[in-house]
């Protein structure tokens, strides 16, 4: 069992930067792909960045080269730094991990406004 907590969210203008988190309880942490999807009011869930155990990289093309997913192991924890904010970047965030089962966190709310 997994538990995951994301924080960082919030009010951004466009052009600007936030940092998600995404804090796991449990011991094996190293040993999960982790994963930041989004959801945004009358659209389905989208994949946004995965890390892989091994540290290999994946993004979905509406934020390559502005979005960069990290884990650090040490720490239990995988990030979201997001830069070059834009309005269709305003969703809820959510972190899940995955090895053969998949957990999910609550989500962190990421609104893009000026």
């Known amino acids: 069992q997994v538990h995951l907590v994301e924080s960082g969210g919030g009010l951004v203008q466009p052009g600007g930067s936030l940092r998600l988190s995404c804090a796991a309880s449990?011991?094996?942490?190293?040993?999960?792909?982790m994963g930041w999807y989004r959801q945004a009011p009358g659209k389905q869930r989208e994949l946004v960045a995965i890390i892989s155990s091994g540290g290999s990289t994946n993004y979905a093309d509406s934020v390559k080269g502005r979005f960069t997913i990290s884990r650090d192991n040490a720490k239990n924890t995988a990030y979201l730094q997001m830069n070059s904010l834009k309005p269709e970047d305003t969703a809820v965030y959510y972190c899940?991990?995955?090895?053969?089962?998949?957990?999910w966190g609550q989500g962190t709310q990421v609104t893009v406004s000026s």
């Open positions: 449990g011991s094996r942490f190293s040993i999960y792909a």
């Open positions: 899940n991990a995955y090895y053969g089962d998949v957990y």
